[in-house]
Structures are given as structure tokens and as C-alpha cells.
């Protein structure tokens, strides 16, 4: 029992040509290219979208629905721009290759062969490029449950080359995916979600099950990091470095997004029946004041995007999610018969109940309080919380390793680390 939901996967494999001319492929992403520039020309001066397909149609030497799926794309890219507050509208001089953007049967096509799955791309109608694909075997597995199982839908898809090798990015879709209902959990996890970490919390009748900060103090620097080269950019007007630097830096978030949101959904899934709590993102930047400015570019995106990853990961093993109110997370004592609450209770990453003197690390506290409303609003007893398990630290870092978790601070009860160490992969 539980809800259907529609899962969107998207799979990445290596093509491996057989037939046909890899440089045709080299030929259409230069085209793709063509045409997305030239739909954002357009639309910048000002010409109606309807028309604009037509046009760049008949200028551009590829599959009409995949020019149609490309115009689509640069028109959204258009949109999105001027619906931001600083209307920032998409570079018309894109220099780099453009994905082929490709219908499924029709741009594309994909069938099972002896154990393998082929491949045909069609650049222009009479030339396709035919092969098969290489992968990671969990993409090919789940690609293959697609072409012949039911309840999967196969999507459009980009051809496009990464460091000089061609690839192939499909979109598959579960369309019956069942995700426990939350009401049928007998794990919280409690999710609280910093800057350079994330602390996990999961609660269940007998109390704390285990607590967990992850750190990735790299993800804090390298935004900033890259923060400060893109201001300089802009200032010297250099609006094509500014467009690649912005997919590098894309590509590094989503990147180790990816990767914690798949840590989160492992840490669910080793507990009986787990549902994972977020903090609705409302107002999740209290406690931090960098600036509005600096708060959006810094927060907001990553806070939404670790949400929806993470819901869609969890969503694959029957895991549901769950929202609750933000409010005080962070400042109230996580112990039941207390839970005193101000500001004061914080300093940086050490929490000290001005009422009952209670210590633990901040975050966990947070994270705690989070699992705790879960909790509240599935209509359980809230456990005590008087005995807290240590407070275990995992750090990733950018190669990957993870490195052994060591004391950072002076141990107050409840906050000693010990010696386990998580895999963040
Ligand atoms: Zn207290």
C-alpha cells in the first residue's frame, strides 16, 4: 500500500559507434548549437515563439522534432531568465557543442540485442549512427528493465560528447513506482541541512537511533570560490566565460548534491520502515545573515535541489518524505521535558540549554528537533531523548576519501565523537 508516483531517472551511457560516421554526430551537436543560439537571438529581439521553431527549422540541418526539442529548450532557458530578479537572459554565442536533443523512435531508438542494448541516432533522416551502449550496470539494468518491462516509460534524450567521447543521456520514467505512506514509518529520520554540513537524526519509539553529522567543508569553499571569480567576471563584462564558468560550477554542485543525497537515503534505508524529514524551505535560512543577496546565491538552490534529489532517491527504495515547520529548529532544546527555546542556546556549532544546561552539538540538536516534529505530526509519543548516542562525524572530501572523524572541539555529554567512520559515495 502506498502512493504511486512517477519517478524520472535520467541514464548516462558510452556510445560505442558500428555504424555510421561519428563525425555526423560531431556535425548535429554543432547544428544543436546553431539552433539554440539562433532561438535565443530571436527571442531577445523580440520575435513570438511560435514562429521562431519554423525559422530556425528551416536554417538548421537537423531531425525537425529534434530542432523542435531544442527550440523548446532554449525558450525555456529565455523564460527562465527574465522570471529572475536580475533578468539575466542566456548567451545567443554559446561556444560549446550543444546536446542533440532526440525524441524516442524518432530522433533516437533503442532495442535489446542479445543482451546488449543497441542504439540507432538519427542526425538527418537517412544518416543514423548505430552502435551499442556502454554503461555502468546499474544504468544498463535499469535501461533494460525499461525497453521490456511494463510500468517504465522511455524519454527523450541528449547526444552529446564529453571529453572528446560520445554519450548518450536517456530519460527513463517509473510510472508506478509504490513510496510507503509516511503514517506506515517506524523510523524519523530528521534531516537538518547547514552550510558545509548535514546533520541526520533518526528517532524511532525507543528513542534516538543513531545520530550523524556529515561534513563537506569543500562545497562551502568551492561556491565561494566560485562566487568571487563570477563577480569579477561580470565586472569585466566577460559574459562567454562567465556562461562556462557557471556550468562548471553547476556541475560541481549537482555533482556532490548527488552524492549526499544518495548518503541520506542510505542512512534511511539501514532502519525499520524509514520516512525522511526536511525543514519546509520557507524559512530555513534562519541563523544565517551573510546578506539577502549572498544567502540566495549561496543557499537557496542547493537547500531545494539536496530536497528534491533526496525525495527522488528515497522514492527508489520506497522511502517517503515528509515536511515540517522550520521554525526554532535551531535554537529549541531537543530534550522532551524541555525544550526551552532562544537564540542564546546557539553559538556556532555548540548548543548549551540556558534552561536545563543540556550540551550537544548544534546541528544534531537541529537535526534532532526536525525528526522530533515528524514525529508530532504522525501522531506518535515523542520519546524522551535523555540519553543521546555520540555524536558520529563523517567528512567528505573532494577526492572522494573519507577521512577518520577526529574530535573538533571540547566533548560536553552527548557530543563525544567516536571512532565509526560512514561511506560517502
Ligand atoms: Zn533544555
Redesign the pocket.
Known sequence: MGRNVDLVKTLDFQLEIQSGDEADLRFAARESRRAYNETVRLAKEGVESANIAPTVADEVDLVRNTTQRIVNKALDAVENGRSQADVCLPSHTKSDPYPIRANYTEGYDLTLDDGEVAFRISTKPYNPVRGVLRGSDVHLDLLKSALCGSGWEIGTAEALFRRGDPELHVTVTKTDAAVRRPEQSETIIGVDVNEDNVALAALSDDGVEETLVVEYPEVKSERHRYLTIRKRIQKAGKTSQFESLEQKEKRFVRDRLHKLSNFISEFANQFESPCIVFEDLKDIREGLDLGARMNQRIHRIPFGALQSYTTYKASFSGIPTMRIDPEYTSQM???T????TTCS?RRKNRFR??????QDHADRNAALNVAKRGVRALNWNVPALNNLPQVRKVRRRASGAVDAPSVTHDAGRGDQTDGVVGVFE
Not at 337 to 340: A, G, Q, R, S
Not at 353 to 358: D, T
Request: with cysteine; proline share 0%; aromatic share 0%.
Open positions: 532544546c531537543a530534550v521535558d524541555c525544550e526551552h542556546n540549554c540556558r534552561a536545563c544546561g543540556h
